[in-house]
């Protein structure tokens, strides 16, 4: 079963087809490659450009879309095993993803982290258990761990502003934040700019660090892929020289040990701003999956200016998404995957 939940599901080797494929479908769409496909989408969290791009692409390529929200609208709905289901879930994953499964072609699922605990998100229960028991492909939509599709399209934004990925230098720096947010969004850049062959640099205070799966991960992506990974408290250091500045709040080491909203507010000077930007290269980019907090995690006047690549992100999605979709259904030769 073709699932596309996670970096691992694509590689090194399926990073580059995705890319290479939604540029030239950007440049020339496949026409209705959907045709009479239907995609379900259950969301357990909010979403705007995700659910947008994703009906954007069903309805250009011919297809449609079917959404539910878990909770409203459709049964809050549970994952875990062997419990008694006592309490405000109704519905089981096992009953749900194969029911759901006879109806649609295609399952696409949206599920926050929970930030209690990040060993308990690093293990991604919820998408996992639809990928055990649906029996028609998955893709996520954002899951505890990784946002696939936001992932891609940051690699593609930068892929169509500086050409060769190949050791380009680019900065994840931490930003703060009214609240502490889910880690999926920096683990998915990360991931994929180190599979594309990226040097990438991590910024951000102590405390902030990113899971340590995650981070081995992307050190043996790089390794595979030619690139590099760089961690550091400095976020100067971090920008200094880089074509690409990505601002991304995301929560303290999970269970903190201090107040986790105090601590997402206790940087404030770590907001990127027209001075941070001048420490990279004069023609660095802005990166940032939005919603963005101005004047919170990034300055307005930056957002506002031509370094902001946060518009082209976003359309990305779909470039990144029809391909994907494409995938699911075995319809292309992106398919094609090594042994392992």
Not at 92 to 115: I, M, N, T
Not at 123 to 135: C, K, P, S, V, Y
Request: proline share 6%; with cysteine.
């Amino acid at each position: 079963m073709p699932h596309l939940t996670h970096l691992e599901d694509l590689g090194t080797a399926g990073v580059p087809r995705v890319i290479e494929q939604a540029l030239a479908w950007k440049a020339d769409g496949p026409g209705a490659h959907l045709r009479d496909v239907l995609l379900g989408m259950l969301f357990f969290n909010p979403s705007l450009r995700t659910r947008a791009s994703f009906e954007a692409v069903m309805a250009r390529g011919g297809g449609s879309a079917l959404i539910l929200e878990a909770g409203k609208g459709a049964w809050a709905m549970e994952h875990r095993e062997g419990i008694a289901m006592d309490g405000d879930r109704p519905e089981h994953v096992r009953e749900a993803a194969p029911v759901l499964s006879r109806y649609v072609d295609l399952l696409a699922v949206r599920a926050f982290a929970q930030l209690q605990d990040d060993q308990v998100d690093e293990g991604d229960a919820l998408i996992r258990a639809f990928r055990a028991h649906a029996t028609v492909p998955v893709i996520s939509m954002e899951s505890a761990r990784e946002h696939l599709c936001q992932g891609l399209a940051d690699v593609l934004t930068l892929r169509e502003r500086y050409g060769s990925l190949k050791g380009l230098p680019v900065t994840l720096s931490w930003a703060p934040h009214i609240k502490p947010l889910p880690k999926a969004v920096p683990n998915s850049f990360l991931l994929t700019a180190a599979a594309a062959g990226c040097q990438v640099r991590i910024a951000h205070p102590p405390g902030f660090e990113l899971p340590g799966p995650v981070m081995a991960q992307a050190v043996a992506l790089a390794a595979e892929s030619g690139g590099s990974v760089e961690l550091g408290h400095d976020q100067a250091a971090a920008l200094a020289g880089s074509r690409a500045v990505y601002a991304k709040a995301w929560g303290p080491v999970l269970p903190a040990a201090g107040d986790a909203a105090a601590m997402m507010q206790a940087y404030p000077d770590w907001q990127v701003g027209p001075a941070q930007m001048a420490r990279a290269e004069t023609d660095a980019s802005l990166l940032h999956c939005l919603p963005v907090r101005r004047n919170v995690e990034v300055a307005a006047t930056l957002l506002d200016s031509p370094a902001s690549a946060v518009v082209d992100q976003a359309e990305n999605r779909f470039h990144v998404q029809r391909v994907l979709l494409d995938m699911a259904l075995g319809q292309s030769a992106l398919t094609e995957r090594s042994a392992a």
